[in-house]
């Protein structure tokens, strides 16, 4: 059975950034053939998350959202790579 990948996404309404954030992480996911779940937590719900991310959103972390970011605004392909362990041929 194929592993799911987790993410947390830390969001906020009506954030077009957010959006596009989120549609290109599941573009990518897809394209790499890899399933995903993405939990996305709504900063304004809590202040400290406010604190926290307040301009910074959209911020994606991996699954444990204690871990290091993987990217804020856009979606870092890169560095998603990395963070998924794969490797880009040469």
Do not use: K, W
């Not at 947390?8 to 790499?32: G, I, K, P, Q, V």
């Not at 998350?49 to 959202?65: I, M, S």
């Amino acid at each position: 059975m194929a592993e799911t990948f987790r993410f947390t996404l830390y969001s906020r309404s009506y954030c077009h950034l957010c959006e596009d954030l989120l549609n290109a992480l599941r573009a990518f996911m897809a394209r790499e053939g890899l399933a995903c779940s993405v939990d996305v937590i709504d900063v304004d719900a809590d202040p400290a998350l406010v604190e926290r991310f307040d301009e910074l959103v959209p911020v994606l972390f991996g699954g444990d959202p204690a871990g290091p970011e993987i990217c804020h605004y856009f979606l870092d392909e890169a560095a998603l790579r990395r963070h998924l362990g794969l490797v880009q041929a040469a």
